[in-house]
């Protein structure tokens, strides 16, 4: 068939599938399910067009429907790569790994069970080989990922379930497609492979697959950090990458390209959007969307015109055997869902999965074009004998049908029944109060417009009545006061601002400040706000809040190994990122109390804005001490740091206004490109160094001592060049007692405490300890060890020794201090 003629039949069929969307709504009946549909009837028709003897008129046209060139390889090359990938970069990895357990319960244990239970049962009612029975039983485990994830998203399902069931089709496939090409080997060979080769392949094709896609995926994010400032090029790299990993798995490394392409997408949606501006990620997305929409649509129509071809031996026993492996699958589906979920939720394993959901999933497993994929590939095979190619078409054909024309056409009458499709009691409630606000500002802005252009007052308010009318009746419903606590209330607004912190990040463009590795912190400390909100409410807010402030074990090593054995630059590095974290932070929550006012207020009513106001100052006030200790002690760092957001901010605003221009037609497209490529090289757009100059004491810095008080700049300035820096954990000795005296410690931040026998004294910023050793000459007394992050200076004992007597004064102030100690410590003994 030439290309042309290819070209111009995909054309059409694409029209065809754009006018079936109406179709569809109006119908009420799942896209999906209609493409289908349309796709069989095209064939059909074309088939009766090419053989009628009433007319020849359309011979050419049919001819080019039914000679197009449909293998199993148009569906699994072509089509199935970029639908897997834009599938695996759309979920929210992060939720997905809360469900992680139940996924792959259902997309390999569910497959396994399934092909068991399928291929077992048409054994017993047709002379099929148990091997041809079970190979079957593999080509139908497969639940279309474009199938499901098409008809879950337009049903508008929970969020929950959708996620759940995308998870599994994802991963499904590959578990399948795998076994299909274990079991398609052992029945061309007749069932003489080793014992154990099915596992091999299986475990084989998911840890090769996975390494292969995460290879892949980071190489993928590697190349988009490359390429920042070239979108067209980041978006090449996007489309291109689930063709190169599919083929390089499927056809040189020899494992699953199915769990490649799914891991790769997977990578790129948990690490993308800090490596790419927001509008780009937003144009990411758009684009993938719509190669999506393409790809699934001709996967539904393109697999619809081979089903013909496919039944033409079809007889009516042939239904025996299709309606006895359905009812095998969806028994092998409530096997897993009744009979292992509540034995791994009991073991705390995994979340819940209510019954009514469970009931969902079983019958929402969809087969469509992997199926009859699968099935195109047997009957390619010129080494499997007729018989079982017959089989495989007729049996794999009528099973997707089934699913599609029965379970996709009953899915939407099913979740209604189940009341699946209706909004939470808490939700109900919530929605009064969004719609007496949205409703409110529809009225107030449609009268200012009127007032603008001078409309006729009498049509304004014939177009405002609607309005005041249902906001009367919103009004009257008092199910929000009533059905929505103060409690729920705030764990609603807790949540929104979360939401709205991860939303801010990179609409603030902040991500472009801070490296990478940070901005992926960053988003997975909210995503934790948002879980240990759901669980814990405000406690869990907080909790949560704090925790990246906290320092973990890797500052602890960093610490040991700056003190024990001199290693600066790692701490400082650690430091640096922290500096950056914070001020980001600190940014983000003045913002989400200016979005509290503004968006939130009305919604929520008096009193959780309140509470939402006295948290969210509580956190800005944690943030600021954390930030004005790291800015006392790396004053220049924290010049550099502000320096960069504003360099930042000042370039995007000047793009952004050039980009304005442009759209309102003000300046041309050249001079557009023109003033931002000028804009490009005044403004160096790179990030900040991460490392901070821990060796570096400042005299600002001890002015903060009383013990310096009495000196000048310049006598501080060198005492500041003698001073070296000790960082420490919390919990990390000082010292310990019987220790040889090393020197004089001041605190620059943080807290220490101080053991004498039973004795304990704490000291913090602005104290200074450890000079009685110095004075008496003498071993430690006491063990001491800082009780939070603390920077400390230490005064090593010769240069001590040197300063005392250099400077008289502040050593007899600091024998006086000394001598006040001693006595307090006698007289606690």
Not at 117 to 129: K, R
Not at 279 to 291: G, S
Request: overall charge neutral.
């Amino acid at each position: 068939m030439p290309i042309s003629d290819i070209v111009l039949t995909i054309a059409a069929l694409l029209i065809v599938i754009a006018c079936t969307q109406p179709i569809a709504r109006r119908s009420g009946l799942p896209f999906t399910v209609v493409l289908g549909g349309v796709g069989v009837l095209i064939a059909l028709g074309a088939n009766w067009l090419l053989h009628t003897t009433l007319t020849d008129r359309f011979n050419e046209a049919a001819a080019l429907v039914i000679d197009i060139p449909v293998s199993s390889a148009t569906f699994l090359d072509v089509l199935l790569p970029i639908l897997l990938f834009q599938g695996a970069i759309t979920i929210d990895v992060r939720r997905l790994a809360q469900d992680i357990v139940p996924v792959i319960f259902l997309a390999v244990l569910g497959v396994v069970v399934a092909l068991g239970l399928i291929g077992g049962a048409v054994s017993l009612v047709s002379s099929a080989p148990i091997v041809v029975c079970l190979l079957f039983g593999a080509i139908v485990a497969t639940t279309d990922p474009s199938a499901v994830i098409a008809l879950f998203r337009d049903l508008g399902a929970p969020a929950r379930l959708t996620r759940l069931v995308e998870g599994e089709s994802l991963l499904n496939d590959a578990t399948a497609i795998a076994a299909f090409s274990a079991f398609l080997a052992l029945t061309i060979s007749g069932g003489t492979y080793e014992q154990g080769y099915i596992l091999k392949q299986l475990s084989f094709s998911f840890i090769g697959g996975t390494l292969t896609g995460l290879v892949f995926g980071r190489i993928a994010i590697l190349l988009l950090s490359w390429l920042r400032s070239f979108k067209a090029a980041q978006v090449t790299i996007i489309v291109a990458l689930p063709f190169v990993v599919y083929s390089l798995a499927n056809s040189y490394i020899h494992t699953s390209g199915v769990v490649a392409v799914v891991t790769s997408g997977l990578v790129l949606s948990a690490m993308a959007r800090s490596r790419v501006e927001p509008e780009t990620f937003k144009f990411f997305q758009a684009t993938l969307d719509q190669l999506a929409w393409w790809a699934g649509g001709l996967v539904f129509v393109l697999a619809a015109l081979v089903v013909p071809g496919l039944l033409s031996d079809f007889v009516l026993s042939d239904l025996l055997i299709t309606l006895v492996a359905v009812a095998a699958a969806l028994i092998a589906r409530a096997v897993i869902l009744f009979g292992v979920f509540p034995l791994l939720a009991a073991a705390k394993i995994t979340q819940r999965v209510n019954n009514p959901t469970k009931t969902v999933i079983i019958w929402g497993g969809l087969r469509g074009a992997v199926t009859l994929a699968l099935a195109l590939a047997v009957t390619e095979n010129h080494l499997v004998d007729a018989e079982t190619q017959r089989f495989i078409a007729i049996q794999a054909t009528g099973f997707a049908l089934f699913t599609l024309l029965i379970q996709g056409t009953t899915l939407t009458a099913l979740m209604r029944w189940l009341k699946l499709d209706q909004l939470s009691p808490l939700e109900r409630a919530f929605r009064t109060q969004v719609l007496t606000q949205s409703l409110s500002t529809v009225r107030t802005g449609l009268s200012s417009f009127a007032n603008r252009f001078e409309l006729d007052n009498q049509l304004v308010d014939i177009a405002i009545k609607p309005y005041s009318n249902r906001l009367s009746r919103v009004a009257e419903d008092k199910s929000f006061e009533e059905g929505i606590s103060d409690k729920e209330r705030l764990t609603l607004g807790l949540i929104a601002l979360a939401n709205q912190e991860k939303t801010l990040l990179f609409e603030q463009r902040l991500s472009s400040v801070l490296p990478h590795r940070l901005v992926d912190q960053y988003l997975l400390a909210v995503e934790n706000m948002i879980d240990a909100t759901r669980e814990n409410g405000r406690l869990g807010y907080l909790n949560a809040a704090r925790k990246p402030h906290k320092q973990n074990i890797n500052f602890h090593v960093l610490s040991w190994c700056h003190s024990h054995l001199g290693l600066n630059r790692p701490l400082a590095s650690h430091l640096g990122k922290r500096f950056q974290f914070l001020m980001i932070n600190r940014i983000m929550v003045m913002e989400l109390i200016t979005f509290l006012d503004l968006k939130l207020g009305v919604l929520l009513g008096e009193r959780p804005i309140e509470i939402l106001h006295e948290i969210l100052n509580q956190r800005l006030d944690e943030v600021e001490r954390h930030l004005a200790a790291l800015r006392l002690q790396y004053p220049k760092f924290a010049r550099t740091l502000d320096h960069s957001v504003l360099e930042r901010f000042a370039y995007q605003e000047e793009v952004d206004q050039i980009e304005s221009l442009r759209e309102s037609g003000i300046i041309s497209d050249d001079l557009a490109r023109s003033l931002s490529n000028e804009a490009n090289s005044i403004h160096v757009i790179s990030r900040p160094k991460t490392t901070v100059d821990i060796r570096a004491t400042t005299a600002e810095l001890l002015t903060s001592f009383p013990v310096f008080a009495d000196l000048q700049v310049e006598e501080l300035t060198q005492i500041a060049n003698q001073l070296t820096p000790r960082i420490l954990a919390d919990d990390a000795f000082v010292f310990r007692k019987g220790d040889r005296a090393d020197g004089l410690y001041f605190i620059a931040s943080g807290a220490v405490e101080i053991r004498i026998g039973d004795e304990l004294h704490r000291l913090g910023h602005g104290d200074f300890f450890g000079e009685m050793a110095l004075l008496d000459e003498a071993q430690r007394s006491a063990d001491v060890k800082s009780i939070s992050y603390s920077h400390l200076l230490l005064l090593e004992v010769d240069t001590f020794h040197e300063l005392g007597r250099s400077h008289p004064n502040w050593r007899n102030k600091l024998d006086e201090i000394a001598e006040k100690r001693k006595a307090m410590n006698e007289a606690s003994r």
